[in-house]
């Protein structure tokens, strides 16, 4: 397989397909978040190193349908340098449960039909302002990608604070192998990140396509 840079791991995010989430992906009755302020706090494991990570995200209803779409971007970008391409996540709902999975696999000439990375994730609703989302990410045959498992607590801590409109966020990092929490607070937008990861994503694509199944 033809690896161009080594891995790429960005996280947070309530996880993508060749388009944006649209519609039609989403079943009928998915829960919604709280428009508000909302804490996301991200603990687990990435390969063999213990994570955890901070964000803050202020929702409305598009943003909270934006950030969804993100997160689906996150996944996509993390295996597209690895000429390694994604389907079209299938999502359900059922009452306060949604469950996302997405398969991907590569364009390699030299790997199996099976080598790829396989995405899962489980999102529920304790109530509109409290979601735990878990995810598991599996690497299959495919070097340098690592299995990824984490829990990501979602909660609503009460309205957008001045100087955040829906869409913004703050960053505040992750740390690795620490008992330290991260706490730098970088600020952000979810629009932005979304513009900005397509094209990233889209550069992907034609870099692979230049230099062709190896």
């Known amino acids: ?25 989403v079943p009928d009755q998915t829960p919604a978040r709280k428009p508000g302020l ?3 706090v991200t603990t687990g494991t990435v390969g063999p190193n213990q994570l955890k ?6 929702l409305d209803a598009d943003a909270d349908q934006a950030l ?50 396989d995405f899962h994730w489980k999102a529920t609703f ?5 979601v735990v989302l878990e995810e598991r990410s599996t690497p299959r ?11 990501e607590r979602q909660r609503w801590v009460g309205q957008c604070p001045a100087g955040m409109k829906p869409g913004d966020s703050l960053d505040l990092g992750f740390t690795y192998n620490s008992d330290a929490w991260p706490n730098q607070a970088n600020a952000d937008n979810i629009y932005a990140s979304v513009e900005r990861l397509e094209k990233a994503l889209d550069e992907g694509k034609m870099m692979n396509e230049r230099l062709g199944p190896m």
């Not at 990570?53 to 202020?58: Q, S």
């Not at 045959?141 to 829990?151: H, R, Y």
Request: negative net charge; charged residues 20%; aromatic residues 4%.
């Open 38 to 40: 909302w804490d996301m």
């Open 126 to 130: 304790a109530s509109d302002s409290d």
């Open 53 to 58: 990570a901070i964000k803050k995200y202020c």
């Open 1 to 25: 397989m033809k690896t161009v840079i080594q891995s790429i791991i960005v996280f947070g995010g309530l996880a993508i397909m060749s388009s944006p989430l649209s519609a039609q992906n």
């Open 68 to 117: 969804r779409q993100l997160h689906v971007l996150r996944m996509q970008l993390e295996v597209i340098y690895h000429d390694i391409n994604c389907r079209a996540p299938e999502i359900a709902a059922n009452r306060n449960v949604i469950t996302g999975e997405m398969v991907c696999r590569t364009n390699s000439q030299e790997d199996s039909e099976a080598a790829g990375k």
């Open 141 to 151: 045959d495919v070097m340098l990608l690592l299995e990824i498992a984490t829990t």
